[in-house]
């Protein structure tokens, strides 16, 4: 017959204490506030890095993978949209993003073949890290205060931009290419957004 050893209270905290607990890597990409003057800056420093910055904040596309990736193929410019299919984002779903005029515009003149990647002429798509390096070497030849501020920052401050803009989270899920109007939800929490305005506080 086995006997079943005791386990004191202070033991089984001595055993909690050597369990490590699995940590999660979260980055804060803080809004940009002149996106304007910023994409300016980049187009000077490079036009690569604009492109992707742009159609980071215009189209709410995610720079390393579907940016990178972005094929001629998956741009209509006649009909002003991006389809990426559900094996081409993070979602799993189709998606279609519109294209704004003067994102059509540089994308046209951006265009020098009918099909192939967009940022690489070469048979295979830049290394995941070319955009990093990229903006980490723009960030050092700028004087612009970019503390807190990733490429991710400007689809950040795109989706806090269609949030004030439509109200809409729906329309925010759709945009951002969210499988969960959850995420959405999750996504906006800790972000700059103000939803109300004096008017809409109580009256007494």
């Not at 209270?9 to 803080?30: D, N, V, Y």
């Not at 002149?34 to 980049?42: H, R």
């Not at 503390?147 to 401050?157: C, V």
């Not at 700059?192 to 305005?197: G, S, V």
């Amino acid at each position: 017959m086995t006997t079943l050893k005791c386990i004191t209270k202070e033991e089984i905290q001595e055993r909690f204490k050597l369990i490590k607990t699995k940590r999660t890597k979260s980055t804060l990409h803080k809004p940009i506030k002149d996106v304007t003057g910023l994409l300016s800056e980049l187009k000077d420093f490079n036009y690569n890095l604009y492109l992707t910055c742009l159609l980071t904040y215009v189209c709410l596309l995610r720079p390393h993978q579907e940016i990178r990736l972005l094929r001629w193929e998956d741009v209509d410019l006649e009909k002003g949209l991006i389809a990426l299919s559900g094996s081409r984002n993070k979602s799993g779903r189709n998606r279609i993003v519109p294209i704004a005029p003067f994102v059509k515009k540089e994308l046209t003149s951006f265009k020098e073949q009918e099909q192939g990647l967009i940022f690489s002429n070469q048979g295979s798509p830049y290394s995941k890290d070319y955009f990093s390096v990229l903006w980490k070497r723009f960030k050092q030849n700028t004087t612009v205060d970019l503390e807190g501020i990733t490429l991710y920052s400007f689809r950040h401050t795109g989706a806090i931009n269609v949030f004030e803009k439509t109200g809409s989270l729906l329309k925010l899920q759709q945009v951002m290419g969210h499988s969960d109007m959850k995420v959405s939800l999750t996504y906006l929490r800790g972000l700059e957004i103000q939803q109300l305005d004096v008017n809409d506080l109580p009256d007494l």
